[in-house]
């Protein structure tokens, strides 16, 4: 009876190791997906040589900003550390400031695009996120970069970039750690 009762065990076990598996699986395609139907987009209007710059940074601007969770990055930016002892207006207001900033240094980064283009290659479950490596290549270049997503409301969100292996969370996060060593949130805030 007990080796009985074992073999049940031992198969629950096992089909429940399987069963997490199929799912990290769907959830790597369905997050490779997620990347490579947005960047293609991303390229396709920067391709487009009928729309003038500020048209294309208006129309890539509506199709990346959904994709970020922003507000989460903020957070992460400013860590364990500062972030809890702010109160809800500091937050906001920091967020605010963080999101545009963002947001300001991804379309500069646009008006430096020629005729790159992106290969995937395959995604990593890492601590229930899913991670997509992908390479920008140019005619001498080939520059790596790591997204990193989870899931959230039935759709997926970016939560980092890492560019050649440097996180922009860590990046914003080490900068930020250095004017609040030296000064206030409000030092920082009039940074930003």
Do not use: C
């Not at 080796?3 to 959830?27: C, F, I, N, P, R």
């Not at 400031?97 to 479950?125: G, P």
């Amino acid at each position: 009876m007990k080796k009985w009762m074992m073999k049940v065990m031992l198969y629950v076990v096992l089909s429940l190791l399987l069963l997490s598996q199929a799912v990290t699986a769907d959830d790597k395609s369905a997050a490779e997906e997620f990347i490579k139907f947005n960047l293609d987009a991303v390229f396709t209007v920067l391709q487009n040589q009928d729309l003038s710059q500020q048209a294309k940074n208006s129309e890539v601007d509506k199709i990346v900003t959904p994709m970020f969770d922003f507000k989460r990055m903020a957070k992460l930016s400013l860590g364990k550390k500062y972030w809890p002892g702010l109160s809800h207006g500091q937050k906001e207001r920091f967020s605010v400031l963080f999101v545009e900033r963002l947001r300001q240094f991804y379309l500069n980064k646009l008006t430096a695009y020629t005729d790159e283009k992106i290969t995937y290659e395959s995604s990593m479950a890492v601590n229930e996120k899913i991670h997509v490596p992908t390479f920008l290549i140019s005619k001498d270049k080939k520059i790596s970069m790591l997204y990193k997503l989870y899931s959230s409301n039935n759709t997926w969100k970016i939560y980092d970039v890492e560019i050649q292996g440097v996180s922009i969370i860590r990046s914003y996060r080490s900068q930020f750690t250095e004017i609040l060593q030296n000064g206030t949130f409000d030092d920082l805030l009039q940074k930003m």
